[in-house]
């Protein structure tokens, strides 16, 4: 087992950090623009949180694999005991920046929940206004030009009308 030196490891939790605040800002840009109904700032959103995720992954599995190269299992467990290892005056820094990061990757986490439920009560909304439009069922009484509540066998879709 090679000693494993505290800038590495800052370096590579630094690295990660990074990648969680440039994807906690890409959330603010699709928070911002789902209340702005703004689908194309969305869709933008959706694919840059792609790569960030991506670049994301990498990072932890270089974290993982430095932990697995100097003998020490590959999970949050694993970095703990690693850090338990070093001296108290080594701990202290790379013990805030790993308690940094795991606070950060729980925000985003939450964040991008908010906003998939966002998403979901935006697409639920459209998909009744839909139905509504095209004569299906569950839709509020539409009624004629007397007033009358209309029949099922009244209602006609946008495209018969």
């Known amino acids: 087992m090679s000693n494993p030196t505290v800038d590495e490891l800052i370096t590579l939790l630094v690295n990660e950090q990074t990648t969680l605040d440039q994807l906690r800002m890409v959330l603010n840009k699709e928070s911002d623009a789902l209340l702005q109904n703004d689908i194309n700032a969305v869709e933008g959103s959706a694919q840059h949180k792609k790569s960030l ?94 007033g009358s509540d209309k029949g099922k066998r009244q209602r006609h879709s946008l495209g018969e009308a």
Request: proline letters at 3%; zero cysteines; hydrophobic letters at 30%.
């Open 53 to 146: 995720l991506a670049r994301f992954k990498k990072q932890v599995q270089s974290r993982l694999d430095y932990l697995s190269a100097h003998g020490f299992e590959s999970s949050e467990q694993g970095f703990d005991t690693l850090i338990n290892t070093l001296s108290p005056d080594q701990t202290s820094p790379l013990h805030s920046q790993w308690l940094q990061l795991k606070a950060e990757f729980q925000a985003v986490i939450k964040q991008n929940e908010e906003n998939g439920i966002v998403i979901h009560h935006s697409r639920n909304r459209t998909r009744a206004l839909l139905n509504i439009l095209h004569g299906n069922k569950n839709q509020p009484n539409l009624y004629n030009e007397s």
